[in-house]
């Protein structure tokens, strides 16, 4: 009987080796043995994406993209002149974001944060300047929680120490055009580089937004508990808007302990379309000087321009996609993550209980907002599902190849086999 097991145990060791060896024939690759194991396990087989979120298995698109709209894999020189700019919403999950971009990611010259202190020292490799204009790494260096309007007017004087230059966004654009043309004619997407610098460096902005019920609530419970951000220029045009042309919505130092319902029922409250202020050129619109144009007309440009700004970014992520948008920065930008991004499900928004009325007048509040998510949540998705796509043509095109350099291999051997018989 002993013998017997013996016997069988000798069997399954040997169906093992044979496995392996002809494994290492059909994918000699350490990469795909490494894949074709993951395959074997459980834990791999269900999408690490499609898992966090919820996504649909068959995502059916609204709109229709470009494939320069779609694909964002950029050229971005860590070690030349090119900036990362990130344009951080209040209550859209930037700070969380913010710190994974000077703490998790793998660099040849990792960014130097110091216990204690909020920013870090991100330099490029050898040399003694910044590749990333962010909170944690430049400070708010053009105004707390700078908007669109002010970023694109500001940095460039910052990096360059310049004060002279200072062009407005449809003159960068303009300025662009032969620029893009030639990436285009090269075979490469170079849409990602929004802005270049009159010195040559270019400008990658990126940002992150939110569901706008969620961040509207987040916000109210932020400013509830005493946040004011009054140290916000709102500079537009040279210049910061007059009490008159954005009045306060309280009048002690701060706004503390107000209700959902007095939060709702200023009307000028900066909390309402947020996303969309931030994201669009305000001089189109005669900045917060509301007697310029008609509401409607105002309400269409400030859109517009918003989604237009969100789709030539050089990459923009969504709050309720965590490992999505970690996916799409990686390819964005060929760099990788040290540890997964996480999907907070319980937040201080989604700690508020409110009824339907209720979260229909934050929508009716918000209605440039909703319009723009629902805009950049299939922007967003698209984007991924064309970047997962182009990565399992490459795989498929390097199996391909293996197989034609193991095919070749073999015809090698079997000709030198009928050579010596």
């Known amino acids: 009987m002993e013998d017997r097991s013996h016997k069988v145990l000798l069997a399954l060791v040997m ?42 298995a068959r995502f059916v698109p609204r709109f229709n993209f470009s494939a320069d709209d779609l694909l964002r894999r950029g050229d971005f ?24 971009l000077v703490r998790n990611i793998q660099l040849e010259q990792p960014c130097e944060c110091r216990a204690g202190q909020k920013k870090c020292t991100c330099h490029r490799p050898g040399k003694r300047e910044t590749w990333l204009f962010s909170r944690f790494s430049t400070g708010w260096s053009c105004g707390l929680h700078a908007d669109w309007t002010e970023l694109t007017n500001c940095v460039p004087s910052v990096v ?22 030639q990436g285009r004619g090269s075979g490469h997407t170079r849409l990602n580089a929004l802005f270049v610098s009159p010195l040559g460096r270019n400008f990658y902005y990126i940002t992150i937004l939110r569901d706008p019920v969620s961040r509207y609530l987040s916000e109210w419970r932020h400013v509830q508990r005493g946040a004011t951000w009054k140290a916000s220029l709102h500079v537009c045009d040279g210049r910061s808007p007059t009490t008159e042309e954005l009045p306060s919505c309280y009048t002690g130092d701060d706004w503390s302990g107000c209700s959902l319902q007095e939060f709702m029922d200023c009307p000028y409250n900066l909390a309402n379309n947020r996303q969309v202020r931030m994201l669009s050129d305000l001089s189109l619109v005669g900045c917060y000087n509301l007697s310029v144009m008609p ?3 105002r309400n269409k440009v400030l859109l517009d321009s918003a989604k237009e700004n969100l789709k030539r970014m050089a990459f923009f992520g969504l709050t309720e996609f965590q490992r999505k948008t970690q996916y799409l920065f990686e390819k964005t930008f060929n760099m990788n993550f040290i540890s997964p991004f996480t999907q907070y499900n319980s937040t201080r928004a989604s700690s508020v209980e409110i009824d339907r009325q209720t979260q229909q007048r934050i929508e009716a509040l918000n209605f440039l907002d909703v319009e723009l998510y629902d805009y950049a949540k299939d922007l967003f998705l698209q984007r991924y599902q064309y ?12 199996r391909q190849e293996q197989r034609k350099i193991l095919r070749a291999k073999q015809a090698h051997l079997r000709e030198q086999g009928e050579n010596s018989s």
């Open 77 to 100: 020189n860590i070690k030349g002149g090119d900036l990362i700019v990130f344009l951080h919403i209040q209550k859209t999950g930037g700070t969380t974001f913010g710190r994974h």
């Open 160 to 181: 360059d120490s310049k004060k002279e230059v200072r062009l407005r966004p449809s003159r960068w654009a303009q300025d662009l055009e032969p620029w893009r043309a």
């Open 295 to 297: 509401e409607e007309q």
């Open 387 to 398: 970047m997962r796509q182009k990565e399992h043509q490459e795989a498929r095109r390097k």
């Open 15 to 56: 169906l093992f080796l044979f496995a392996v060896i002809v494994l290492q024939y059909v994918c000699p690759g350490t990469e795909c043995q490494l894949l074709r194991l993951r395959a074997l396990s459980p834990a791999a087989a269900a999408d690490p994406y499609r898992a966090e979120d919820e996504t649909p």
